[in-house]
């Protein structure tokens, strides 16, 4: 792989941001992107990963519309909303992977690269998920997501199909609405002809009829025919076969897909069939009577996959036209017709009274001067009130006050001009609360009452909320990203500078060159380099690039070990508590921490300028799901530094973390003292928390994550490490020159032989070439071959060989665990004790891993 200049995206040999994120995270991790418009997965931007790695994890259906072109990629539960174009829709562009709907899409890509947001709500839309085409409703959120330059790289879309709810709502309305024109009709032929009318232009049939059946013989009298021809008349059914004649017989549905194939028709009778353009059909008994039985049909000119919604619709509507075609048929005297009216009633009724006891929104009845005088039990289910409550009391008392104006002026103008009208307000709850409701109000016929259908607004404008939390925390999430893997490349880049730096002066002061003045100056710049590697290594916390040594640490112990460091340091103002109790051992590096709780006690001294108290807590937490902190489910030790100081305000407290962030002026502060913790903690799988208010002083909380090991004692049984003895010849690899030439005066130093190679191609080279290398000092980030593939490619060939891996930053995901390492800038103290180790290890027993005490000088 060629060099990237800093400011190109660098490839990452990890898809850990996969991890967690179902079938579609495998489907995506498996796939070679290098023919899409995307490329290769390694070379993805930050922006791209962190926005498929949140929306992997996300249980509602999310699409990612990447670049100008919208490559598509989704989870899982989107993949369930795509059906069968899934897997082939992922990693395609939108426009080719959805055709159907191409210009609705360009829409989309249109306005959200320019960086607008769209919301739609039931949308419909016709889709061929499933090979056929399909209508499906849904709400859609589009925003656009921000690449590394700040500018919209693509569009994200958060769905929710409401195609069940809307063709529920539909079909409802469509049933009530041909109950109340089937009603009034007393004729039949009436009632057959406006069912067959409606039916099939709902479910867009070829033909719909009633028809009798009786010796053998179908007697159609009226039909509704599109596109086909009218088939009123008597037709033979004896070719139909018995299995046919049988199911009407049983009174049994029959549903027939495709009149060419089904079994259960002969040759004859699909011939018959295909003369009458009939290619798939439903019937359904209406009457079964001594002489035959009587049906409704629904008919398609080509064959067709019924859904289950429309055989169950066709049954429904028949069982309505049943209902009116009996009530017709007794209409021919006075005593059926009142019976039959009386039925009508009864039945509207009993319809009415299921809508009104079912329905989910709040349905009342209601007068322009304020009392209500029905309410459905929908308000007791979504405000507790009882119904005595609801109609003893006028409704502006239920009213925020704050909308009660608006609400009443509403009321007043549809009684004005006597047309509907839909507002929004809050309504009391019994136990004191107020929930947002949407209303629908319409007039009713007297001028005195009205109606009103409340919906509860309450879920969706949760949803809204979340939504938005989502989106914030995206924004925050990239932002932080962008700035952790500038910080982290700068401070790589300050290693490797200081590396030769701290070398050189190190050199200097071990062979005492110079006067004493120069000496004194040379000691002044070592200290100094000295400083700034202190301030690499927090820009590397920061950063979550630090070297770490993560073992199990008594909290209790390092606390009460630090306490009189940190009273000396804070001086006499401060009054310095501790507030400890039993726990148990916590995952973090020994030193890292030390130097984090040092930090966040310096914090707290400066924010109590005139004294105050400092109290230094820690606990045993549990923490049972992810939260707004970003903190994962699990057992933690939570570490607390609370002052009593000036506090912060909720913009300080969002920017405390960012590195260089201070309010305490220019040169009096890095601003990277809390970056430090946090980036400490989150590398170790923990957080930092903060808790404070203008005045009312500042609470610190590190969270470190419970260690499933024993605390080790390794101070008392530590040997000390005898200084290297001469093992022969040092192959040393680094594409840095000046950092080579400073090391390889440190192992010349050490009386080693050293071998230069600028590149791990040139070592290869070198070695193929006879030479025998004691041991590899190599550095990791090197163009081309990295020095841990190096020293992959040397354990086949050269097992023994003791390998020290040099490292600018704790690359965790590229150097193996096994594998000794140093980390830059170093001395040649620091060299020695390495190698020191690393001769001292038995050949078979390869070197520690970091968890248990490597080699992380």
């Given amino acids: 792989m060629p060099a990237h200049s800093a400011l190109s995206i660098r490839p990452v040999a990890t898809f850990d941001f996969l991890n967690g994120g179902g079938a579609c995270g495998e489907l995506i991790r498996e796939r070679d992107w290098s023919a899409t418009a995307l490329g290769p997965i390694d070379y993805w931007p930050a922006s791209l990963r962190t926005t498929v790695a949140i929306l992997l994890r996300s249980p509602v259906p999310i699409v990612l519309l990447w670049g100008p072109a919208g490559v598509m990629l989704y989870n899982d539960g989107y993949s369930v909303f795509a059906g069968g174009r899934h897997p082939d829709l992922l990693g395609s562009e939108v426009r080719l992977g959805w055709p159907e709907v191409a210009e609705f899409n360009d829409h989309v890509m249109t306005v959200g690269l320019a960086g607008g947001t769209l919301h739609y709500h039931d949308q419909e839309l016709t889709l061929h998920r499933h090979g056929r085409p399909e209508q499906v409703w849904m709400d859609l959120d589009y925003s656009p997501v921000l690449d590394e330059s700040g500018r919209p790289g693509g569009v994200i879309c958060v769905l929710a199909e409401t195609t069940r709810r809307v063709a529920s709502e539909r079909r409802t309305a469509f049933l009530l609405s041909l109950a109340d024109a089937l009603r009034p009709l007393d004729h039949a032929d009436a009632i057959m002809d406006l069912a067959a009318e409606r039916l099939g232009e709902r479910l867009d049939a070829s033909r719909v009829f009633y028809a009798e059946i009786a010796g053998g013989q179908m007697t159609v009298t009226c039909d509704f025919a599109r596109g086909v021809g009218s088939i009123v008349g008597t037709h033979s059914l004896d070719a139909f076969g018995p299995d046919l004649l049988g199911a009407y017989r049983l009174g049994t549905p029959v549903v027939v897909r495709d009149v060419g194939a089904d079994p259960r028709l002969n040759q004859e009778a699909r011939d018959g069939l295909t003369q009458r353009e009939v290619g798939a059909f439903i019937d359904v008994i209406l009457f079964e009577e001594e002489a035959g039985v009587g049906l409704l049909a629904v008919q398609s000119a080509t064959p067709r996959v019924w859904t289950e919604a429309e055989e169950s619709l066709v049954q429904e509507v028949a069982e309505r036209v049943k209902t009116a075609v009996e009530r017709a048929r007794a209409a021919d005297g006075l005593r059926r017709l009142n019976e039959t009216l009386e039925e009508q009633i009864a039945v509207r009724s009993a319809e009415r009274d299921r809508l009104w006891n079912l329905s989910q929104d709040m349905l009342a009845r209601a007068d322009y001067a304020g009392m209500m005088s029905a309410v459905s039990p929908a308000w007791s289910r979504v405000l507790g009130w009882s119904e005595a409550d609801l109609l003893t009391r006028g409704y502006a008392s239920f009213i925020h006050p704050e909308d009660g104006p608006q609400t009443l002026a509403a009321i007043a103008r549809m009684a004005e001009t006597r047309r509907p009208t839909r507002f929004e307000n809050r309504i009391a709850t019994r136990d004191g609360g107020w929930k947002d409701i949407e209303w629908t109000v319409a007039p009713e016929e007297d001028g005195v009452h009205f ?20 989106r914030e925390a995206l924004r925050q999430s990239q932002k932080m990203e962008a700035m952790g893997s500038l910080t982290g490349g700068v401070a790589h880049d300050f290693n490797n500078l200081l590396t030769p730096i701290i070398g050189s002066l190190d050199m200097l002061v071990r062979k005492g060159i110079g006067s004493a003045r120069e000496r004194r100056l040379i000691e002044g710049a070592l200290q100094s380099a000295e400083r700034a590697k202190t301030l690499v290594q927090r820009l590397l916390a920061f950063a979550r690039r630090q070297p770490l040594q993560p073992t199990a640490v008594d909290v209790v112990r390092i606390v009460q070990n630090m306490a009189g460091l940190i009273g000396a340091t804070l001086g006499p103002m401060i009054d310095v508590r501790v507030d400890l109790v039993d726990l148990p051992p916590a995952r973090a590096d020994l030193n890292q921490l030390e130097m984090a709780l040092l930090n966040l006690a310096v914090n707290a001294r ?36 609370r002052d009593t100081g000036v506090g912060m305000d909720e913009e300080t407290q969002r920017r405390a973390i960012e590195p260089f962030f201070s309010t305490k002026g220019i040169g009096k502060g890095t601003g990277l003292g809390l970056s430090m913790v946090h980036g400490l903690a989150a590398q170790l799988g923990g957080g930092l928390t903060i808790a404070s208010a203008p005045g009312h002083g500042t609470t610190m909380n590190l969270w470190l994550p419970i260690s499933a090991a024993a605390i080790r004692d390794d101070a008392a049984n530590a040997e000390p490490l005898a200084a290297p003895r001469r093992i022969g010849t040092a192959l040393l690899v680094d594409d840095e020159e000046l950092v080579r030439l ?66 600018g930053y704790a690359e965790e995901d590229g150097v193996d665990a096994d594998i000794p390492r140093l980390t830059k800038p170093f001395r040649i103290a620091e060299l020695s004790a390495c190698l020191a180790a690393i001769i001292a290890m038995p050949p078979e027993s390869g070197a520690p891993n970091r968890g248990d005490g490597a080699i992380n000088t």
Avoid: F
């Fill in 451 to 470: 109606v009103a259908v409340g919906r509860d607004l309450s879920v969706t404008k949760a949803r809204e909320a979340d939504l938005e939390e989502a």
């Fill in 606 to 641: 400066d924010a109590m300028p005139g004294g105050g108290e400092l109290t230094i807590a820690a606990r045993a937490e549990s923490v049972e799901s992810r939260n707004g902190h970003g903190l994962a489910a699990g057992e933690y030790v939570r570490l607390s530094v």
């Fill in 742 to 807: 400073s090391t390889a005066d440190m192992l010349t130093d050490m009386q080693y032989e050293v071998v230069e190679a600028g590149s791990a191609e040139e070592a290869l080279r070198l070695l193929d070439g006879g030479l025998a290398p004691d041991i590899l000092v190599t550095d990791h980030l090197m163009p081309g071959m990295s020095g841990t593939e190096l020293a992959r490619r040397l354990r086949s060939s050269r097992p023994g060989l003791p390998v020290l891996i040099v490292s």
